[in-house]
């Protein structure tokens, strides 16, 4: 997992790379974020893509990426990554996070900010006739959602717009200017 050795038994990517890793043809990864409850970060990246739209110029030429478990939303400068692709297993490009506004239409109340996508899949998933008390599907790494998870991934379109993709409410939004969230 990354510059860390997983640990099949108990899920966690936490030990040291052996020493003799160089030897054995490893491509390093550019990006990575930790399998931690400690750090508020999730299970496993939900894919991603380059911004080339315009509905948000502040995330031109960023990888933007997500979580997986949490929703959390993430991006990278591209620049950055290039750079990391050094054969050096410590140089890595910095990650931050994207929050989201989002305006539910179901209610009259003002747009609302999150750290990540979980609350607002949970909401959804609910008002859909979801009757579990968690969102469908398990986090066993991390547990960083109470239970169950978003299950988000990310696509573009033709124009290079994002969208999220939710599979535990079955929806799909546009990420647009002020990194609103809309129902399509």
Do not use: C
């Not at 930790?34 to 999730?42: E, M, T």
């Not at 989201?100 to 008002?127: G, S, T």
């Amino acid at each position: 997992e990354g510059t860390f050795v997983l640990n099949l038994p108990t899920g966690r990517a936490d030990g040291p790379l052996p020493a003799n890793d160089a030897t054995l043809g490893y491509v390093y990864p550019v990006l990575q974020y930790p399998h931690s409850p400690a750090l508020g970060l999730g299970d496993a990246i939900a894919g991603g893509f380059v911004y080339r739209g315009t509905r948000i110029p502040e995330l031109r030429g960023k990888f933007v990426f997500g979580d997986i478990t949490t929703g959390e939303l993430l991006y990278a400068d591209l620049v950055e990554m290039t750079s990391a692709d050094d054969g050096n297993p410590a140089t890595l490009a910095a990650f931050h996070s994207i929050d989201v506004l989002w305006d539910n239409p179901r209610d009259a109340a003002p747009a609302r900010r999150y750290d990540r996508m979980y609350e607002i899949v949970a909401d959804e998933y609910r008002a859909r006739g979801g009757r579990d008390a968690d969102l469908p599907g398990a986090a066993t790494v991390s547990d960083l959602t109470g239970g169950g998870r978003a299950d988000i991934r990310l696509a573009m379109d033709h124009a290079g717009e994002l969208y999220v993709l939710s599979k535990s409410d079955g929806m799909i939004r546009a990420l647009d200017d002020g990194h609103y969230l809309s129902t399509i």
